[in-house]
């Protein structure tokens, strides 16, 4: 789930509610509508970096790679798209529309790899890497690449891999893991976030860790769902709020919550049902959507009781 600077628009696309569409908020209104993107692709991803615009990726099962950037004020209309289809590279539209947005992107690809890649958006097109690393030390049947954000040092990314704990500090320009970075061992779906240019943060199933960049070792770690004895719960997405708290939704608790930079719960909004996306609003509200259902879930940001917390 991904919102424009003022919180006005509220984009989101669930594969397995949507497919190949984009669902949109109009916050003021307080109604949702589905805009389809016609390209044929199984379901669509959308990256964000606090622009007015946005990136779409469309998921072909490996047959093509495909996005697009597109405004929050007309989601209906596409500014610029990349592709990279049966080795040929090329993008149209306005190469400047891709600026200050993500531009690295993992993907499945067929031919001729027959693997997860690397692609890099430049003003030429849609560029694809080898993962040297992603070897048979990985069941890949069970482990798919799943999240990369840029550093600020332009020679590395850092990539996560589905049920794996170690996250990969993987060199531009040869396709190797410079170096690979322990979260634990909650072996969760990693999804990374740079924050002001010296830590990431990152999902380890039920918990939040924070990185230094600098050591590239956790500096705090946060676990923030409960489970009942002998199973575990995941906790669901997470995004920035405008007071630099982290908003992360909890799925089985029915709840979302705020953390500060020291990972401490400051804030929290019931919501009933299971939470799997959310974002605050610069009022408190907090818009997310159910995780079965995709229907929208409303409430609003109350401090939070750790007595409460105790039982969720």
């Known amino acids: 789930m991904i919102a424009n600077r003022e919180r006005t628009t509220v984009l989101s696309s669930l594969g397995w509610v949507e497919g190949d569409a984009i669902w949109c908020l109009d916050v003021a209104s307080g109604t949702p509508r589905t805009i389809p993107q016609?390209?044929?692709?199984?379901?669509?991803?959308?990256?964000?970096?606090?622009?007015?615009?946005?990136?779409?990726?469309?998921?072909f099962d490996g047959a093509?790679?495909?996005?697009?950037?597109g405004l929050f004020s007309a989601p209906e209309v596409t500014v610029s798209s990349a592709s990279y289809d049966s080795g040929r590279s090329s993008?149209?539209?306005?190469?400047?529309?891709?600026?200050?947005?993500?531009?690295?992107?993992?993907?499945?690809l067929k031919q001729p790899w027959d693997d997860?890649?690397?692609?890099?958006?430049?003003?030429?097109?849609?560029?694809?890497?080898?993962?040297?690393w992603y070897d048979s030390s990985y069941d890949k049947g069970y482990q798919s690449v799943i999240d990369v954000i840029a550093l600020p040092d332009p020679r590395y990314a850092l990539i996560s891999v589905q049920r794996?704990?170690?996250?990969?500090?993987?060199?531009?320009?040869?396709?190797?893991?410079?170096?690979k970075v322990s979260l634990g061992s909650k072996?969760?779906?990693?999804?990374?976030?740079?924050r002001h240019n010296r830590e990431v943060w990152a999902t380890d199933y039920d918990t939040v860790v924070v990185i230094d960049i600098q050591s590239w070792r956790v500096s705090k770690t946060k676990r923030l769902q409960g489970a009942l004895t002998g199973t575990g719960q995941f906790?669901?997405?997470?995004?920035?709020?405008?007071?630099?708290?982290?908003?992360?939704?909890r799925p089985y608790s029915g709840d979302v919550v705020a953390v500060d930079e020291r990972l401490k719960i400051r804030k929290s909004a019931k919501l009933g049902r299971q939470p799997q996306e959310a974002v605050e609003l610069a009022?408190?509200?907090?818009?997310?959507?159910?995780?079965?259902?995709?229907?929208?879930?409303?409430?609003?940001?109350e401090p939070y009781s750790w007595i409460k917390g105790l039982w969720s």
């Open 91 to 108: 993008l149209a539209g306005h190469a400047a529309a891709w600026n200050g947005l993500p531009q690295l992107f993992v993907q499945y």
């Open 187 to 194: 072996q969760g779906n990693p999804k990374l976030a740079l």
């Open 235 to 249: 906790i669901g997405d997470y995004s920035f709020s405008a007071d630099g708290t982290c908003c992360v939704a």
């Open 116 to 132: 997860y890649v690397l692609v890099s958006v430049t003003p030429a097109g849609a560029f694809v890497q080898r993962l040297e």
């Open 283 to 301: 009022n408190g509200e907090v818009i997310a959507r159910d995780w079965k259902t995709g229907d929208l879930l409303r409430g609003r940001m």
């Open 38 to 59: 016609n390209t044929g692709a199984r379901y669509t991803s959308l990256h964000s970096s606090g622009a007015e615009r946005f990136v779409a990726v469309h998921h």
């Open 64 to 69: 093509r790679f495909l996005a697009s950037v």
């Open 164 to 179: 794996s704990s170690v996250l990969v500090v993987h060199d531009l320009e040869t396709g190797k893991a410079h170096q």
